[in-house]
């Protein structure tokens, strides 16, 4: 009697654990999306890297302007999309260690985390982790280890909720309508190389994140409609915190940004650039040539470089084209690339199969010379370059 009695209570918990576990795993899959996708890649929750904040190398590895918004504070920023991202992963940690390493992003269904762990993993590195909470959940949990807008402790009462986030978000046509308002100022976020069309908008003004921001803190702008795009809704998320803390009250966002309308002709034009020569320096051009530590092949690239100029100072090129067209190898390619970026010549990134250059405007530029816009090019190039 003893034995069944016992029995049955065990069977019993036995067929509710059977029925729970699937419910259990579907909401952790729920709660983290991502988590099926990668199961080569071990992840660490919120308690844990608590616990071992202190001997955990953190690796964000967002845009620098997500970083400047919202940062674990102990973190290193080594953006996912730097072309040399594998060598100064491990100037941040060597491969074999016994201190963690964990990498986050934005949140639950961010996969550049699990990317950069998932590629750290095959490069070597050993005792790797993703942290999919990402920085929301941590500010939510440990503020005294993290930093909003500039304050330490975070407050958790200045994350932009998705609901308000979705309140200042305009359809396509709520935001024609509201281009036509008499104080409203339209302005196109993306940068350069990003803007082969735009919507059918007159008097757009072309300004990057960075100049932006510099404008945005020093409110000119207070008392103006603001209407943003970029180009799929993902940068607005990080501006809307500037304008927040800097009383900007009447702005918008395209929702979807230009990704939204780009299949409809009747929404977007082809953006037209002016007729411009390119305007190169002489005395650049002939240090360029008297150069020792470039070959024939690296002064090919320059060339054609120059030749191709678009959006200022920028070009942007499948690199298969530019192998067909100075009959160069892709590698060959890339190694020149590299030798006219740590000479100072040129900066550049690949990103999905196209080459994302930039010329030194001292060398050559497309448009006005000496011209604000010039000069702060000038001033970017160098910063680029220190980097």
């Given at each position: 009697?003893?034995?069944?009695?016992?029995?049955?209570?065990?069977?019993?918990?036995?067929?509710?654990?059977?029925?729970?576990?699937?419910?259990?795993?579907?909401?952790?899959?729920?709660?983290?999306?991502?988590?099926?996708?990668?199961?080569?890649?071990?992840?660490?929750?919120?308690?844990?890297?608590?616990?071992?904040?202190?001997?955990?190398?953190?690796?964000?590895?967002?845009?620098?302007?997500?970083?400047?918004?919202?940062?674990?504070?102990?973190?290193?920023?080594?953006?996912?999309?730097?072309?040399?991202?594998?060598?100064?992963?491990?100037?941040?940690?060597?491969?074999?260690?016994?201190?963690?390493?964990?990498?986050?992003?934005?949140?639950?269904?961010?996969?550049?985390?699990?990317?950069?762990?998932?590629?750290?993993?095959?490069?070597?590195?050993?005792?790797?982790?993703?942290?999919?909470?990402?920085?929301?959940?941590?500010?939510?949990?440990?503020?005294?280890?993290?930093?909003?807008?500039?304050?330490?402790?975070?407050?958790?009462?200045?994350?932009?909720?998705?609901?308000?986030f979705l309140r200042h978000?305009?359809?396509?046509?709520?935001?024609?309508?509201?281009?036509?308002?008499?104080?409203?100022?339209?302005?196109?976020?993306?940068?350069?190389?990003?803007?082969?069309?735009?919507?059918?908008?007159?008097?757009?003004?072309?300004?990057?994140?960075?100049?932006?921001?510099?404008?945005?803190?020093?409110?000119?702008?207070t008392e103006k409609k603001?209407?943003?795009?970029?180009?799929?809704?993902?940068?607005?998320?990080?501006?809307?915190?500037?304008?927040?803390?800097?009383?900007?009250?009447?702005?918008?966002?395209?929702?979807?940004?230009?990704?939204?309308?780009?299949?409809?002709?009747?929404?977007?034009?082809?953006?037209?650039?002016?007729?411009?020569?390119?305007?190169?320096?002489?005395?650049?051009?002939?240090?360029?040539?008297?150069?020792?530590?470039?070959?024939?092949?690296?002064?090919?690239?320059?060339?054609?470089?120059?030749?191709?100029?678009?959006?200022?100072?920028?070009?942007?090129?499948?690199?298969?084209?530019?192998?067909?067209?100075?009959?160069?190898?892709?590698?060959?390619?890339?190694?020149?690339?590299?030798?006219?970026?740590?000479?100072?010549?040129?900066?550049?990134?690949?990103?999905?199969?196209?080459?994302?250059?930039?010329?030194?405007?001292?060398?050559?530029?497309?448009?006005?010379?000496?011209?604000?816009?010039?000069?702060?090019?000038?001033?970017?190039?160098?910063?680029?370059?220190?980097?």
């Open positions: 009697m003893n034995t069944r009695s016992h029995t049955l209570p065990l069977l019993a918990l036995f067929i509710i654990a059977t029925f729970l576990c699937p419910i259990i795993s579907a909401h952790a899959q729920e709660d983290f999306p991502l988590r099926p996708y990668y199961p080569e890649v071990p992840y660490i929750t919120t308690d844990k890297l608590m616990a071992e904040y202190d001997t955990t190398v953190i690796v964000d590895i967002r845009s620098r302007l997500e970083y400047e918004v919202a940062r674990i504070n102990k973190a290193i920023l080594l953006p996912l999309t730097l072309e040399d991202f594998a060598k100064k992963l491990e100037e941040v940690r060597p491969k074999k260690s016994a201190k963690p390493m964990a990498f986050y992003c934005n949140g639950h269904s961010c996969a550049k985390s699990y990317q950069a762990a998932q590629l750290s993993l095959s490069l070597g590195f050993e005792n790797v982790f993703v942290y999919d909470g990402g920085i929301f959940d941590w500010i939510t949990a440990t503020p005294e280890s993290a930093t909003l807008m500039g304050e330490t402790p975070a407050r958790a009462d200045r994350i932009i909720d998705a609901e308000k978000q305009l359809s396509y046509e709520a935001f024609m309508a509201a281009t036509k308002e008499p104080n409203a100022v339209v302005i196109d976020i993306r940068d350069p190389f990003q803007r082969d069309s735009g919507p059918q908008i007159d008097d757009i003004r072309n300004i990057p994140l960075d100049p932006l921001l510099d404008l945005v803190t020093s409110r000119i702008w603001l209407l943003f795009f970029d180009a799929v809704g993902k940068q607005i998320r990080w501006l809307q915190y500037f304008l927040n803390a800097y009383d900007y009250f009447d702005y918008a966002f395209l929702e979807g940004g230009m990704r939204s309308i780009a299949n409809d002709p009747t929404k977007v034009k082809p953006v037209i650039e002016a007729d411009q020569t390119v305007i190169t320096s002489q005395a650049m051009l002939l240090k360029l040539t008297a150069d020792q530590r470039l070959d024939n092949a690296d002064r090919k690239v320059i060339s054609y470089l120059l030749a191709n100029i678009k959006f200022n100072n920028y070009v942007v090129i499948d690199i298969h084209d530019v192998s067909r067209d100075t009959g160069i190898s892709s590698s060959l390619l890339t190694n020149s690339m590299k030798k006219l970026t740590a000479f100072g010549y040129a900066t550049h990134s690949i990103m999905q199969g196209m080459l994302i250059a930039q010329v030194d405007p001292r060398l050559a530029w497309k448009g006005d010379p000496d011209s604000p816009l010039w000069n702060h090019k000038v001033k970017e190039f160098d910063a680029a370059i220190q980097q």
